[in-house]
């Protein structure tokens, strides 16, 4: 069974960083993409970035040049270190584990973890 558990969301001034994690367990991360996804209030999920199993990063316009998708294999970890906090960027933040980072359906979700950036 393929598990995710995200964390690492908190309160943060506008400016400043955080770092999401997601333990994935039940599968190796040499075989599966994750995405990170995040859903603001009244508005739909949206993706953010990916990490594909071969280790290739994808990003979306909106933390491109901020965010930086990372993974640790021997942790089965896959981490989103998020700078220059907006708070635009409020949301609850999801990573979901699918074979490939584009066309291709979504396997598992986490749980998700709240970012909040406000002063």
């Known amino acids: 069974q393929l598990q995710l558990v995200e964390s690492g969301g908190d309160l943060v001034q506008p400016g400043g960083s955080l770092r999401l994690s997601c333990v994935v367990s039940g599968f190796s991360l040499d075989y599966y993409a994750i995405g990170w996804f995040r859903q603001a209030p009244g508005k739909d999920r949206e993706g953010v970035s990916c990490?594909?199993?071969?280790?290739?990063?994808f990003y979306e316009d909106s933390g491109l040049g901020r965010f930086t998708v990372s993974r640790d294999n021997a942790k089965n970890t896959v981490y989103l270190q998020m700078n220059s906090l907006k708070p635009e960027d409020t949301a609850v933040y999801y990573c979901?584990?699918?074979?490939?980072?584009?066309?291709?359906?979504?396997?598992?979700w986490g749980q998700g973890t709240q970012v909040t950036v406000s002063s």
């Open positions: 979901a584990a699918a074979r490939r980072c584009s066309n291709a359906p979504i396997d598992s």
């Open positions: 990490i594909s199993s071969g280790g290739s990063t």
